[in-house]
């Protein structure tokens, strides 16, 4: 089996010797590259061109970017476009990941452990013995994505604390609460919500205040603790789309009690749900905040999102 491992050297848990421990043990399986990435989009041009190369497997050392950026290198390769026999999936090398982020949600999703040594040893036996699993993707115009996507609350708090990191500040907890309180309280016009959603067939959605789309549950983790606004999302059906009407503090404060409850099951008057959407569209009367895969991705006024159902093969 040839393999293409691709490190992200500024993951935030793991080591230079965290990494040599990985390589030597993932050549004990396979014949492996090892490839840094050196800027953002590196990622996805490395894993393109490995599969456009043929190689069996790619392998991730970093967080859900840099899963999201192996992802898009996969799913715009040249085995990925081409008219050939089998799915999409079979034609693409399968993918693993090596949990190195701070949260790791792609990771701890398809039932990985949340530790490294722990996921190696799981990713090493599924290698070996071929343990492999079919899933789903969302797309949102020419972009995909795994596990989310956001347009406007969520996406404007990551915007927040990625130029606090780009300032030196650590990813924690605490930093995304000050940051959702200060974007909630101060940066966002919640008097006009300004999202239209439009799907083929059902009705439209007017004048929504923020939108969270999910691929599969849970949306994040804070902790141990698995944060759920869509709780039936699922790699094996198409998207799940919670909003809010309104940013009132009162049925705000509900449903975030609700989506972090042990058994989240949201509910309100203000809550649009939507479930196992195949398409649908996301246009607003004045840019929002965009977010996939927990990456900011600028300021939009209209986004396509489809299901990419069984395009990927995951190590599980």
């Known amino acids: 089996m ?3 491992l691709v490190v992200n050297p500024k993951a935030t848990t793991t080591s230079e010797r965290t990494r040599d421990v990985i390589v030597r043990a993932l050549r004990s399986e396979a014949d492996l590259f090892v490839e840094y990435t050196r800027r953002r989009g590196h990622a996805m041009a490395l894993v393109r061109q490995a599969a456009a190369d043929g190689f069996d497997a790619v392998v991730t050392l970093g967080g859900d970017g840099t899963v999201n950026e192996a992802v898009n290198g996969l799913m715009t390769s040249s085995p990925a476009l081409a008219d050939g ?3 999409t999936a079979d034609r693409l090398p399968v993918l693993a990941v090596v949990p190195g982020g701070s949260t790791n949600v792609f990771a701890r999703a398809i039932g990985l452990p949340r530790e490294w040594p ?6 090493l036996e599924g290698l070996r013995v071929g343990r492999f699993r079919t ?3 969302g797309r949102a115009d020419d972009r995909y994505f795994t596990f989310c996507a956001g347009l406007g609350l969520d996406a404007a708090v ?5 130029r606090a990191r780009l300032r030196g500040r650590k990813s924690t907890v605490g930093l995304y609460l000050r940051s959702m309180i200060s974007e909630y ?3 966002m016009d919640r008097r006009r919500p300004a999202i239209h959603l439009e799907q083929p067939g059902e009705p439209d959605e007017y004048e929504l205040a923020t939108v969270v789309i999910q691929n599969t549950a849970p949306w994040t983790f804070i902790g141990d603790r698995a944060i759920n606004p869509n709780p039936n999302a699922s790699f094996d059906l198409g998207l799940d789309v919670l909003a809010l009407r309104q940013l009132h503090i009162p049925s705000t404060t509900r449903t975030l009690a609700q989506v972090t409850a042990r058994a989240p099951e949201p509910h309100g008057r203000q809550l649009v749900r939507l479930h196992d959407l195949s398409e649908f569209t996301l246009s607003a009367t004045q840019p929002q905040a965009f977010q996939l895969d927990g990456d900011y991705l600028g300021e939009r006024t209209k986004v396509r999102f489809t299901a990419i159902r069984d395009a990927l093969r995951v190590v599980h």
């Open 135 to 137: 899933i789903g993707l």
């Open 85 to 87: 026999p089998g799915s």
């Open 185 to 187: 309280f101060i940066g």
């Open 118 to 123: 722990e996921a190696t040893s799981v990713l």
């Open 158 to 162: 990551i915007r927040q604390v990625e």
């Open 2 to 4: 040839r393999a293409l």
